[in-house]
């Protein structure tokens, strides 16, 4: 993706503070709902936060996500995601999501890139923020911390790290046709 401003529809402008403004019939501004997404302090990591976009149509709400993520990164030079547009993510509510791809997104800016773990937007509100806060590090309250919800997140952000590092090593041929990870 192409770096400057991003392209917003006719009616909303940027409030400035992750949420978009809009503009009813009225002429009133109401504020849409806010992004669902989290940042670690630090960037540089396998996984730096995680974004809960509210829809499966990701691309109708990047233009927001692009916009808050200009003060961390600077002006959105690239967009890279580990997933085909055939690909569906894992259903992180049900058994089976271990053995699944999860989708990760990294956003390069100017001045640094952030790698955002995809929540699926029909994740259950619990098991979602969990994700969310643990992705970008924040803490979690002590009597939380003994919740399916919990045990869950913690499992699907580990995998995620773990794929990411998986990803990062360099293919080396054992054999004509044949690839396989060095470690």
Do not use: F
């Not at 989708?103 to 800016?109: C, D, P, Q, W």
């Amino acid at each position: 993706m192409a770096g400057g401003a991003p392209k917003l529809r006719r009616g909303a402008r940027s409030s400035g503070y992750g949420k978009s403004a809009m503009i009813n019939s009225a002429g009133e501004r109401s504020l849409a709902s806010p992004l669902r997404l989290t940042l670690a302090s630090q960037l540089g990591h396998s996984i730096d936060g995680a974004w809960w976009p509210r829809t499966a149509r990701t691309a109708r709400e990047l233009p927001e996500l692009i916009a808050v993520l200009r003060t961390p990164l600077g002006a959105i030079i690239d967009i890279e995601v580990n997933w085909s547009a055939s690909q569906n993510p894992p259903k992180l509510d049900t058994y089976g999501w271990e053995g699944k791809h999860q989708h990760v997104m990294t956003i390069s800016g100017r001045n640094g890139s952030a790698n955002l773990l995809i929540v699926p937007h029909r994740t259950s509100t619990a098991l979602a923020i969990m994700v969310l806060r643990l992705a970008a590090g924040l803490p979690i309250y002590p009597p939380h911390r003994d919740t399916p919800a919990y045990r869950t997140a913690e499992c699907i952000v580990r995998a995620a790290r773990n794929q990411r590092k998986l990803d990062a090593l360099p293919l080396t041929r054992s054999r004509p046709g044949q690839h396989d990870r060095t470690s």
